[in-house]
């Protein structure tokens, strides 16, 4: 599907239908909008008078041209009210428009950029969401369907008449066509069976990503992890046939800085609960376990193409947890690459436990800010439902970076405390800690034992067990693998500009 941009009058563009918007309560289409209206003789305005379409958020309706227009079909989406448009606004009525034209059998549609200088948004950024959204809401993955959906959207243009508009328009819509790019390529991997995608081959497709987009990749297997120390993923990784990888992407920018952000995701490619066995309905979607691991890839991927004036390092501690013979058992005590020895509580909770041996070698690059990201809890989905991440933290000023991020790319995140009192529930009568802290605050127990192991380096865990994986239909996040969080962690990045308070 190819999104582009195209400089003219829209109602002139080839096109079998053209997309236009309206807010919640207007009453006369304005802009491009009231140029179709004018086009088609009212018929807009007509319909608005009748009450058939109100311009609510995500609402659509389409009517034909009957020649008024170079296009047969004109598409109507609501935008909802304009003063509570956003960018996340923008990028959902893009992708709920793409949807609606690719279900009407539409091939190619020209649409206008939602929203430009509604709210202070700027033609770049509203061409960039609009962009992002498209590409979003057009997602599908169909690489084990032998028929393929045969409604396809081959080609969206977004068309801009302002010459002075224009350059701003296609610059954000490159950019968003990169960012929405990045997200589906982070549901590609999450989405991919677990047999399909072991370690070894998520490893593998991190080296052809840093290899496309510019950045170093070094790939760790278990020897190299044993000469480490990180004989916690080891542990993990004992019970299964896959053996695992330590994924390390390296980013450094032309112009000298002495900012680095690491990233680090879990990247459990199939969790089985390992000798703490989950119950079948419980493993179904376990292929997603991977996905904070995903995202940093994709993350990663985005920091290739932007190139931002600040060091990025992202890490993936790739690993199954699965019931062999050789499968570590509750019980068993693993030492972690900072020394700090770990009680096997259950070996279901085994994201911390590889996370704790990457947050440790982390630290070698001396981090101005850490941020990890892994499915870690279904506590955090008691607690946010499918609409947020947790976050817990040891740094406000990092904890504030990354929730205003959040709201940029439309992917929440809610402050969970993380006071001393969690860390007693982490504390082993053998060991330093153990792996649970029982099930009250299952989510935040599970950052109180991550906290031990980042030597007070600003620090940010974002627990995302609720928002990876969606049952819900949405705009521009159909059901299934959602993408969470390669958009928000780049986000941070790309905001980056001088050191934390």
Known sequence: MNVAT???????????IVIVNLFDGVTTPSGATGAVDRALDGQISNLIAAGDFEGKLNETLYLYANGGLSARR???VGLGKQEEFTLDRARQAAGKAARTARDLGAKRAASIVHGAGIGGLSPVDAACAAAEGTVLGLYRYE????????????????????????????????DGIAIGGAQNFVRDLATTPGSDLPPAALAE??????????????ILGPEEIAAENMNVILGVSRGSA?????????????????QTIALVGKGITFDTGGLNLKPGDSMRHMECDMAGGASVIGAMRLVGHFRPNVRVIG???????????????????????????????????????VLADALCYAQ???????????????????????HAGGLMTNHAGLAARVKDAGEVTGERVWELPLWPEYEEQVKSPVADVKNTGGRAAGSITGAALLKLF????????????????????RPYIPKGSSGFGARLLFQVVRDWEDGLD
């Open 143 to 174: 690489r084990y369907k032998s028929d393929k959906d045969k409604k396809v959207l081959d080609s969206v243009t977004f068309v801009e008449a302002d010459d002075e508009k224009f350059s701003a328009v296609s610059q954000g819509v490159s």
């Open 74 to 76: 004109v598409l109507l």
């Open 454 to 473: 980042v030597d007070d380096k600003p620090w940010v865990h974002l627990d995302v067990a609720g928002v990876d994986y969606t049952d819900l239909d």
């Open 364 to 386: 070698r690059y001396n981090p101005s800010a850490i941020i990890d990201i892994a499915t870690l809890t279904g506590a955090v989905i008691v607690a946010l439902g499918q």
């Open 242 to 258: 896959q053996p695992c990888r330590f994924i390390v992407l390296d980013y450094t920018p032309d112009e000298a800085t002495d």
């Open 6 to 16: 195209a400089q003219g009058n829209i109602l002139e563009h080839d096109a079998d």
């Open 205 to 218: 497709a991190a080296s052809s990503m840093a290899q496309e987009f510019g950045l170093q990749c070094t």
């Open 315 to 353: 890490l993936v501690p790739a690993s199954e947890n699965m019931p062999g013979g050789n499968a570590f058992k509750p019980g068993d005590v693993l030492r972690a690459a900072n020394g700090k020895t770990i009680e096997i509580d259950n070996t279901d909770a085994e994201g911390r436990l």
